[in-house]
């Protein structure tokens, strides 16, 4: 298994950035960038998924898989591990709701949902 530093600093070298242009790029350090590369740190959430986005590889990859284009089956692991990490906190938080809260929630979302099914602006099943 590859490194998440290793997996950095490959697909930085792959783009022809330098460690700066990086960083500026995700608005962090030359210095953050480097402690990456050399596993001496690792990012939060939010830029992990901005590191996600700007080499458009899945996180799972950047965090040291061995393929980069995954099998169906592996793809969809990847894809639920990467839901329940997001997931998971926000469920907590509605659990400790009360009834009357959750029932809020779910009427918003379920607006949210009709305004978008009657846009036509759903995204398919899996398809994010």
Do not use: H
């Not at 898989?65 to 099998?71: Q, Y």
């Not at 990847?78 to 839901?83: I, Q, R, T």
């Not at 938080?93 to 979302?109: F, G, P, T």
């Amino acid at each position: 298994m590859t490194s998440f530093g290793k997996r950095v600093t490959e697909l930085r070298k792959r783009r022809l950035l330098t460690q700066k242009a990086l960083a500026e790029e995700l608005g962090v350090t030359k210095n953050t960038v480097s402690a990456w590369e050399r596993d001496v740190r690792k990012p939060d959430y939010e830029t992990l998924t901005k590191l996600c986005a700007y080499f458009n590889v899945n996180m799972s990859y950047l965090l040291g898989e061995d393929k980069e284009n995954p099998d169906d089956e592996t793809a969809a692991r990847w894809a639920l591990e990467d839901l329940i990490e997001v997931s998971e906190p926000i469920i907590q938080m509605y659990m400790q709701l009360s009834d009357e809260a959750r029932l809020m929630i779910n009427s918003s979302v379920m607006a949210a949902y009709d305004y978008e099914k009657a846009r036509d602006c759903l995204f398919p099943m899996g398809s994010r």
